[in-house]
């Protein structure tokens, strides 16, 4: 099942037609055509479709009307601008219902959600966000309901794509942290029919700015942290709290864990409460689950007066904040604190964070590749990684088509590694060298190397560690390609690295 491509085989709708969908947006129809499906996406409409043509950042998608007709949609969901310019250039027939609401993105998710049966209704469904660890808190709740404790059916969505373990149907690479209304409630109506039991799920900001998650309900949602991301959307800050704090609202759930380690969450567990839901803190400040030790493989915590400890796949003081954060999660979802205790000793690494390269000589220094593309997530794994004894060298660049402001305090926060190779990561339409560039202005009391070329800056940085140094890797993680312009050239960090480290270990 490809998630959000052309490809997607949707499970079938409730039974409703025309007059149906206008009913539940307040608007009265007498067709009586019956609704197959609904998409965003003109180019994915079928026929019997209800298709939401949405305003655009460069433009509205009515003006792609004719491919939505030509595919059979039966009606479609418009702004009044949408209204316009389907009437002044005479693109739908009089047989297609024009259906026009104030946002049309705004009703797409319960209205698409209603269509497919409410599917997050049939499941255990925990959201997690903020700006770092949502990858890895929604792999660990996987980790947990699979391991031996638990053997529960269960279904992963977020940045690594769709993963539902016995259900091979159901995997894809989504394309988005969190994918359109369209594709999420067929993906989760999907694996209700399947079986699956729980989901974990990455909910960006850009989703909750987008409106992609209306319609869906959680039993539990997570704030893990906000540090600089994400501006060239949201503009602020502030701004962007707000995006994430949409999700703490009775809208979406009614109980919340939330890391009041920084002033974001202390101020997103005070407005968690008066909004009405039930907040469970965490982190290494005082809290209802409290951080009170951490070790190479576990960490001690504080659940209200219950004292025990938890397995951690790696050191570092954000692991253990991601597991805390898993662990309170699933309490939340009724599970005794004894088998949630059994259940995170199943929990492993994720593919892309803090992945540890090994080949099969002992020799060399550790390499380690990672996600971390904000200056926060940047310093807190160098934190993590930097070496007993010997150098810590970073290898990072970022993306283009994103937040400027970040570059210089990514290259700040690279400044905590003794030598800084600074390269492309995906440069996409901007200038790699200017991105270069404002990396390396924010970088002071650092050796900085510059090399373009990102496989041979990999190559460069291993052949120049010694075997007590470490090399990390940021900003790409599990990533599979690296995209100039348009085009998304193949390209895998952990195997460069692997490459760099066998030839390392062969001189």
Known sequence: MNVPGADLVRPKVSAATVADIAAWL???????????????????????????????QT???????????????????????????????QSLPPEIELLVVEDPRACAGPVISRLYGHPSELM???????????????????????SAAATTDCALLGTLGAVAPQHPELQAYTGFTTPEP????????????????????????HALFLHRV???????????????????????????????ARLFNLEFCQQAVICVDDEWGQRLAH???????????????????????TDERSCTVNARGSVFTLTIPAPGRFMAANATAAAAALSLTGVALAQVQEMMKGIQIVPGRMEIIRVESS??????????????????????????????????????????????????????ADVVVVTDDNPRSEDPAQIRA???????????????????????????????????????????GQTFGVETRPFDDRVQAAAALAQWRAK
């Open 182 to 205: 369209d594709s999420l409630q067929a993906y989760l109506a999907a694996c209700a029919g399947a079986g699956v039991r729980s989901l974990a799920m990455e909910v960006s900001s």
């Open 363 to 416: 020799r060399g220094p550790r390499v380690i590749v990672d996600y971390a593309h904000s200056p926060g997530a940047i310093e807190t794994v160098l934190a993590a990684a930097r070496p007993a004894s010997g150098r810590l060298i970073a290898v990072l660049g970022a993306g283009g088509d994103r937040d400027h402001t970040k570059r210089s305090l990514m290259g700040n926060a690279a400044s905590a």
């Open 59 to 89: 433009g509205h998608a009515m003006t792609f009307a004719s491919q939505a007709v030509t595919s059979g949609v039966v009606a479609v969901i418009t702004d009044a601008v949408g209204a316009d310019i389907a009437r002044e250039s």
């Open 124 to 146: 255990k469904v925990i959201g997690v966000t903020g700006t770092n660890g949502k990858t890895s808190v929604t792999h660990f709740l996987v980790h947990a309901w699979r």
């Open 26 to 56: 307040g608007l009265t129809s007498s067709s009586k055509n019956p609704v197959l499906g609904a998409t965003l996406d003109s180019r994915k409409a079928r026929e019997g479709d209800i298709w939401f043509a949405v305003p655009g």
């Open 438 to 480: 404002a990396i390396v202005s924010g970088i002071s009391g650092s050796r900085c190397k510059e090399i373009a070329d990102r496989a041979f800056a990999i190559q460069w940085a291993v052949s120049e560690a010694d075997e007590q140094d470490t090399v990390v890797i940021l900003g790409k993680g599990a990533e599979v």
């Open 271 to 293: 407005i968690a409460r008066e909004r009405g839901l039930s907040v469970t803190t965490y982190g290494f400040v005082e809290s209802d689950w409290q951080i009170v030790g």
């Open 214 to 244: 209306d319609g869906t309900k959680f039993d539990v949602v997570v704030f893990t942290n906000l540090s600089q991301d994400h501006l060239d959307l949201h503009g602020s800050m502030t701004a962007y709290f707000d995006a994430k």
